[in-house]
């Protein structure tokens, strides 16, 4: 069946370091990757995505990387602040499985100033 | 433009009764589902829609049933709430889920405590 396994569960950094949370996913057909970062109260935030047919995408200090053959894709967050203090959820889109977006369980990571 | 905009926002029900909560997107969006949320759990798929008429069953449907007549609207209802179902609730949609790219908006969050 569908599924998404992410690593670590929580992440402490200093502030300036970098941060890498990695995800799994069962399914080889999935075709499209969010990550979600989600503060105390909120709801989830769509901060980054990538699509099958492209290995890595960068937004300014974040960037994503996805290796199909592998069926890994990570979260690479470059000079850590406290504002990045949150839980991050990876997730994929089982395309073959009638559409179903399928998350992770979520990576607290704590930026220390 | 109100986006995806879900009610109550918090409520509280006693051990086997039932309750409906009520999902409303205005993007005209195709794919509706329902999450829930427990600590170290993630966001887990109870249920979803990929159009007006069409539901399917996601990872945790147990308990739960929706129905979608419109496509505005995706509710959620508990046929007999047990302390097993205290949880954050989360609505979200999407334009399509069969094209990738489309960003998947949620809601604000329903808490929902089962006494």
């Known amino acids: 069946g569908e599924n998404v396994e992410q690593h670590p569960s929580t992440l402490s950094v200093q502030e300036g370091d970098s941060a890498v949370i990695k995800c799994t996913y069962s399914d080889s057909a999935s075709n499209y990757f969010p990550w979600y970062k989600q503060e105390l109260g909120k709801r989830p935030q769509l901060i980054i995505d990538?699509?099958?047919?492209?290995g890595e995408k960068k937004d300014q200090r974040i960037a994503v990387t996805l290796n199909k053959t592998a069926k890994h894709f990570s979260l690479h967050i470059t000079e850590t602040q406290p504002e990045d203090s949150a839980v991050y959820f990876c997730?994929?889109?089982?395309?073959?499985?009638?559409?179903?977006?399928?998350f992770g369980q979520g990576t607290e990571l704590s930026v220390k100033p | 433009n109100a986006g995806v905009t879900q009610t109550p926002k918090f409520q509280v029900l006693k051990t086997g009764q039932s309750m409906t909560l009520q999902c409303a997107q205005d993007m005209n969006h195709e794919y509706m589902s329902w999450y829930r949320q427990d600590p170290g759990m993630g966001l887990r798929l109870i249920h979803y829609s990929v159009g007006a008429g069409i539901t399917d069953q996601g990872e945790v449907p147990n308990g739960y049933n929706v129905s979608r007549s419109t496509t505005e609207d995706f509710p959620l209802r508990l046929l007999s709430a047990a302390p097993s179902q205290t949880s954050v609730y989360f609505c979200?949609?999407?334009?399509?889920?069969?094209?990738?790219?489309?960003?998947?908006?949620f809601g604000e969050g329903s808490w929902l405590t089962v006494v």
């Open positions: 997730a994929a889109l089982f395309y073959n499985q009638g559409g179903k977006l399928i």
């Open positions: 990538i699509r099958s047919n492209v």
């Open positions: 979200a949609s999407s334009y399509s889920a069969a094209a990738t790219g489309n960003t998947i908006y």
